[in-house]
C-alpha cells in the first residue's frame, strides 16, 4: 500500500502520534518516553509494561504498512482513550488491547465497539470513513473466525484475535474494503462533536475535564464555555466584595443547564475550600443514579492508580456535592445555622413549590403549623443565614406545564423583591420570554439598581445528540394530529433516527436488542397511567430501583438491557436510553 503526499501527522489528542515510518523507525523507549510526558495521570508501573507491549507488538507487525498510528486517542464523551489507532488507506482501524488475557471479555468487545461508534458520531472526518474495531487478547489460544460484517453507518463489527492474528485481520479489512485513501493530518485535527448523555458528563466533569472537553467543539461549547465562566467569575465577586447574589440561567431546551450547574459544583466539591458548592435537584432518580455513577467510576479509576480506596468512603464524597433539595431543605429546619455550603445551584428551580403547597406539606410532614414561606423563600432565608457572603444559582427550564403547587420562576423573583433587599440580581436577558412564565414579578424585580439583566446566562444552542435535532417537532406534529407536518419532520429524521411501529411486544424487543450496538443502553419504559399493560407482564405499580435499572450491565436481571421492568416517566425524568421501547395502551388513545 502507499499513501500519496503522506506528511506526519500531529494529533492533539493522542499522546503519541507519527507516520508508520517514523514510529517502526524510533526506539521503543523513545515513544515510551512520550507517552509518559503527556500523560495526566501518575504513571504506574504496569501501565508502562502495557504501553511497551504495544509498542513491540506493533512494530513487529506493521512492517510493509503505510499510514499513522496514534497511541492513547482522546474519547471526550467518554472520558476515556483508545489504546491506538491506526489510519491506513481508507480505513480507521480502533484498537483495544488486552495485555495478557487469555479470552475475549463481552465487556472488552462493547469497549472497542463504543470506541469506534463514538468516532463515527461524534468525530467530524469519520462521519463517512470505515470504522474496524479490532480487540487483541495477546494470550488468547486462537482468534475468532475473521468475518467482516458492516452497518449502515460503515462501523464494522469488532475482530476478535490472538497476537498472531493482528496482522491477516488488518490485511483482510484492506482487501475488501474500498475508498479514498484518508489524509491523516486533516483526520488528526477534525473538530469532535460530542453530545454526552447527562451521566456520562456528570463523570466525566468528576474526573477534572473541562466543560468545554466534554461538549461540541462548535457554537455550544463556546456558549457552555462562556455561561460557566460568568457564573464562575460571579462567585468570585461574591466572596471578594461579601456580597450575596442570586443568578437566574436559562436556556432552549437541550442547551446544557445541568451541564453548567454540575461544572459548578464539581470544581468547587472540596468541603474545605471556601467556596464549596452543592448541586440540588428535586428529581430523586436522577440525583440517585449520578452519585452512584460517580462513585463507581471513581472507586475504578482510583484503583486502576494502585490505590486501594473503600467504596462507602468514596461515596460519602460525591454525596457532599449532589444532594436531594428536599434533604438541604429539612436541613435548614433542624440546624438554626447556615449551610456549610457558600454556594448552591437549584437544578429545574421552577419546580420549587408555593406557599400553598409549602405550608400543606410542613404541617402533614414536619407537624409545622402557620409555615409562612413559600419554597424559594425559606431556601433564600436558608442561605441568608450566612453573615459574610452566599451565591444561588438557580437553573431554569423554559416551556413546560407547571404541576400542582410548582411555584413557577416569579415566586423566586417575588421572594427576592419583597424579603431580601440585600441580595444582588443577575437574571438572564432571555427570562422575559413567555415561556419562562416570569411576568409581573420580572417586571418588579427590574427595577432594583441591584438588578442586572445579562446575556451571557442564557444558552441558546442545543446540545442533544445531532439524532434528535428534529425528533421533538416530529413528535409535536404528531401529538397535534399534524399530519402533513408529521409526515414531513419524520422525513427529516427517519435515516438518522429509526423509528418502527409494531403490536407485537416480543417483535418490539427484539428490534431494540438487533438494533443496538456496544454499551448503547436500552429500556422499556411505559406510562404511569398504563394500567392494562399487565395481560402483557407489564405492572407499572411495580417501582423499579432506578440505579439498577440505569447503571448496571447486560449480566443484571434487574437493568434497563433485560426489557422485563419499565419505567414511567418519573423515574426516567433527565435520564437518556440510546433505545427505547415505548409502551402504550389506553391512556394513549383519543377518547
Given at each position: 500500500l502507499?499513501?500519496?503526499?503522506?506528511?506526519?501527522?500531529?494529533?492533539?489528542?493522542?499522546?503519541?502520534?507519527?507516520?508508520?515510518?517514523d514510529f517502526l523507525q524510533a526506539q521503543p523507549h523513545t515513544v515510551l518516553g512520550q507517552l509518559a510526558d503527556n500523560c495526566d495521570f501518575a504513571l504506574i508501573p504496569t501501565q508502562r509494561d502495557a504501553w511497551m507491549a504495544q509498542v513491540q507488538f506493533l512494530r513487529s507487525r506493521l512492517t510493509g504498512l503505510c499510514g499513522s498510528v496514534f497511541f492513547e486517542f482522546n474519547i471526550p464523551?467518554?472520558?476515556?482513550?483508545?489504546?491506538?489507532?491506526?489510519?491506513?488507506?481508507?480505513?480507521?482501524?480502533?484498537?483495544?488491547?488486552?495485555?495478557?488475557e487469555h479470552s475475549f471479555d463481552h465487556s472488552a468487545v462493547d469497549q472497542v465497539w463504543d470506541y469506534a461508534l463514538d468516532l463515527k458520531n461524534f468525530h467530524e472526518a469519520s462521519h463517512d470513513v470505515s470504522i474496524v474495531p479490532i480487540l487483541i487478547a495477546t494470550e488468547a489460544p486462537e482468534s475468532a473466525p475473521i468475518a467482516l460484517q458492516r452497518d449502515a453507518d460503515k462501523v464494522y463489527r469488532p475482530i476478535l484475535v490472538n497476537a498472531a492474528g493482528f496482522r491477516e485481520a488488518v490485511d483482510v479489512a484492506l482487501r475488501s474494503i474500498a475508498g479514498s485513501v484518508l489524509n491523516d493530518d486533516h483526520w488528526s485535527h477534525a473538530p469532535y462533536h460530542p453530545t454526552p448523555t447527562i451521566v456520562e458528563a456528570a463523570r466525566a466533569l468528576y474526573a477534572q475535564h473541562s466543560?468545554?472537553?466534554?461538549?461540541?467543539?462548535?457554537?455550544?461549547?463556546?456558549?457552555?464555555?462562556?455561561?460557566s465562566r460568568r457564573i464562575e467569575d460571579?462567585?468570585?465577586?461574591?466572596?471578594?466584595?461579601?456580597?450575596k447574589i442570586i443568578c437566574f440561567v436559562t436556556g432552549v431546551p437541550g442547551a446544557g443547564k445541568t451541564l453548567v450547574g454540575l461544572n459548578v459544583a464539581t470544581r468547587r466539591r472540596d468541603v474545605d475550600q471556601p467556596t464549596h458548592a452543592v448541586f440540588l435537584s428535586?428529581?430523586?432518580?436522577?440525583?440517585?443514579?449520578?452519585?452512584?455513577?460517580?462513585?463507581?467510576?471513581?472507586?475504578?479509576?482510583?484503583?486502576?492508580?494502585?490505590?486501594?480506596?473503600?467504596?462507602?468512603?468514596?461515596?460519602?464524597?460525591?454525596?457532599?456535592?449532589?444532594?436531594?433539595?428536599?434533604?438541604?431543605?429539612?436541613e435548614a429546619l433542624i440546624d438554626s445555622g447556615p449551610p456549610i455550603e457558600h454556594v448552591v445551584i437549584f437544578d429545574e428551580a421552577q419546580r420549587a413549590w408555593n406557599l400553598k403547597q409549602t405550608a400543606s406539606f410542613?404541617?402533614?410532614?414536619?407537624?409545622?403549623?402557620?409555615?409562612?414561606?413559600?419554597?424559594?423563600?425559606?431556601?433564600?432565608?436558608?442561605?441568608?443565614?450566612?453573615?459574610d457572603w452566599a451565591v444561588i444559582i438557580c437553573l431554569v427550564g423554559g416551556g413546560q406545564e407547571i404541576n400542582t403547587g410548582e411555584a413557577g420562576i416569579d415566586a423566586w423573583l417575588d421572594a427576592v423583591n419583597t424579603a431580601f433587599p440585600k441580595w444582588h440580581m443577575y437574571i438572564s436577558s432571555k427570562l422575559t420570554d413567555s415561556e419562562y412564565a416570569a411576568g409581573r414579578a420580572l417586571d418588579s424585580v427590574r427595577r432594583r439598581q441591584d438588578a442586572h439583566l445579562d446575556d451571557c446566562l442564557h444558552l441558546a444552542m442545543s446540545m442533544r445528540s445531532f439524532r434528535a435535532e428534529n425528533v421533538s417537532t416530529f413528535v409535536k406534529a404528531l401529538l397535534d394530529c399534524e399530519k402533513q407536518q408529521a409526515r414531513e419532520a419524520f422525513a427529516t429524521v427517519a435515516d438518522r433516527y429509526p423509528i418502527a411501529l409494531t403490536r407485537d411486544l416480543n417483535r418490539a424487543k427484539q428490534?431494540?436488542?438487533?438494533?443496538?450496538?456496544?454499551t448503547e443502553r436500552?429500556?422499556?419504559?411505559?406510562?404511569?397511567?398504563a394500567q392494562r399493560l399487565k395481560p402483557h407482564a407489564i405492572d407499572i405499580r411495580v417501582d423499579i430501583d432506578p440505579v439498577h435499572w440505569f447503571l448496571n450491565d447486560k449480566e443484571d436481571t434487574r437493568s434497563s438491557y433485560y426489557l422485563e421492568d419499565a419505567a414511567t416517566e418519573f423515574q426516567v425524568q433527565g435520564l437518556e436510553l440510546d433505545w427505547t421501547c415505548v409502551t402504550w395502551v389506553g391512556d394513549f388513545r383519543f377518547t
Amino acid at each position: 500500500l502507499s499513501m500519496p503526499g503522506h506528511t506526519s501527522p500531529s494529533s492533539l489528542r493522542a499522546w503519541y502520534s507519527a507516520s508508520i515510518s517514523d514510529f517502526l523507525q524510533a526506539q521503543p523507549h523513545t515513544v515510551l518516553g512520550q507517552l509518559a510526558d503527556n500523560c495526566d495521570f501518575a504513571l504506574i508501573p504496569t501501565q508502562r509494561d502495557a504501553w511497551m507491549a504495544q509498542v513491540q507488538f506493533l512494530r513487529s507487525r506493521l512492517t510493509g504498512l503505510c499510514g499513522s498510528v496514534f497511541f492513547e486517542f482522546n474519547i471526550p464523551r467518554m472520558g476515556r482513550r483508545i489504546d491506538v489507532v491506526l489510519l491506513i488507506g481508507p480505513v480507521v482501524f480502533a484498537i483495544e488491547f488486552k495485555v495478557g488475557e487469555h479470552s475475549f471479555d463481552h465487556s472488552a468487545v462493547d469497549q472497542v465497539w463504543d470506541y469506534a461508534l463514538d468516532l463515527k458520531n461524534f468525530h467530524e472526518a469519520s462521519h463517512d470513513v470505515s470504522i474496524v474495531p479490532i480487540l487483541i487478547a495477546t494470550e488468547a489460544p486462537e482468534s475468532a473466525p475473521i468475518a467482516l460484517q458492516r452497518d449502515a453507518d460503515k462501523v464494522y463489527r469488532p475482530i476478535l484475535v490472538n497476537a498472531a492474528g493482528f496482522r491477516e485481520a488488518v490485511d483482510v479489512a484492506l482487501r475488501s474494503i474500498a475508498g479514498s485513501v484518508l489524509n491523516d493530518d486533516h483526520w488528526s485535527h477534525a473538530p469532535y462533536h460530542p453530545t454526552p448523555t447527562i451521566v456520562e458528563a456528570a463523570r466525566a466533569l468528576y474526573a477534572q475535564h473541562s466543560v468545554e472537553a466534554i461538549a461540541r467543539f462548535d457554537a455550544g461549547a463556546q456558549n457552555l464555555h462562556v455561561t460557566s465562566r460568568r457564573i464562575e467569575d460571579l462567585v468570585d465577586q461574591a466572596r471578594e466584595q461579601g456580597r450575596k447574589i442570586i443568578c437566574f440561567v436559562t436556556g432552549v431546551p437541550g442547551a446544557g443547564k445541568t451541564l453548567v450547574g454540575l461544572n459548578v459544583a464539581t470544581r468547587r466539591r472540596d468541603v474545605d475550600q471556601p467556596t464549596h458548592a452543592v448541586f440540588l435537584s428535586g428529581n430523586g432518580p436522577l440525583v440517585a443514579v449520578l452519585r452512584e455513577a460517580l462513585t463507581r467510576d471513581e472507586v475504578a479509576r482510583r484503583k486502576k492508580q494502585g490505590e486501594k480506596v473503600r467504596k462507602g468512603k468514596v461515596g460519602e464524597s460525591v454525596k457532599a456535592f449532589i444532594q436531594n433539595v428536599h434533604h438541604f431543605r429539612d436541613e435548614a429546619l433542624i440546624d438554626s445555622g447556615p449551610p456549610i455550603e457558600h454556594v448552591v445551584i437549584f437544578d429545574e428551580a421552577q419546580r420549587a413549590w408555593n406557599l400553598k403547597q409549602t405550608a400543606s406539606f410542613m404541617q402533614r410532614k414536619k407537624k409545622r403549623t402557620g409555615f409562612s414561606q413559600s419554597e424559594p423563600e425559606f431556601l433564600i432565608s436558608y442561605m441568608d443565614r450566612h453573615e459574610d457572603w452566599a451565591v444561588i444559582i438557580c437553573l431554569v427550564g423554559g416551556g413546560q406545564e407547571i404541576n400542582t403547587g410548582e411555584a413557577g420562576i416569579d415566586a423566586w423573583l417575588d421572594a427576592v423583591n419583597t424579603a431580601f433587599p440585600k441580595w444582588h440580581m443577575y437574571i438572564s436577558s432571555k427570562l422575559t420570554d413567555s415561556e419562562y412564565a416570569a411576568g409581573r414579578a420580572l417586571d418588579s424585580v427590574r427595577r432594583r439598581q441591584d438588578a442586572h439583566l445579562d446575556d451571557c446566562l442564557h444558552l441558546a444552542m442545543s446540545m442533544r445528540s445531532f439524532r434528535a435535532e428534529n425528533v421533538s417537532t416530529f413528535v409535536k406534529a404528531l401529538l397535534d394530529c399534524e399530519k402533513q407536518q408529521a409526515r414531513e419532520a419524520f422525513a427529516t429524521v427517519a435515516d438518522r433516527y429509526p423509528i418502527a411501529l409494531t403490536r407485537d411486544l416480543n417483535r418490539a424487543k427484539q428490534w431494540v436488542r438487533a438494533h443496538a450496538r456496544g454499551t448503547e443502553r436500552f429500556g422499556m419504559v411505559a406510562s404511569s397511567k398504563a394500567q392494562r399493560l399487565k395481560p402483557h407482564a407489564i405492572d407499572i405499580r411495580v417501582d423499579i430501583d432506578p440505579v439498577h435499572w440505569f447503571l448496571n450491565d447486560k449480566e443484571d436481571t434487574r437493568s434497563s438491557y433485560y426489557l422485563e421492568d419499565a419505567a414511567t416517566e418519573f423515574q426516567v425524568q433527565g435520564l437518556e436510553l440510546d433505545w427505547t421501547c415505548v409502551t402504550w395502551v389506553g391512556d394513549f388513545r383519543f377518547t
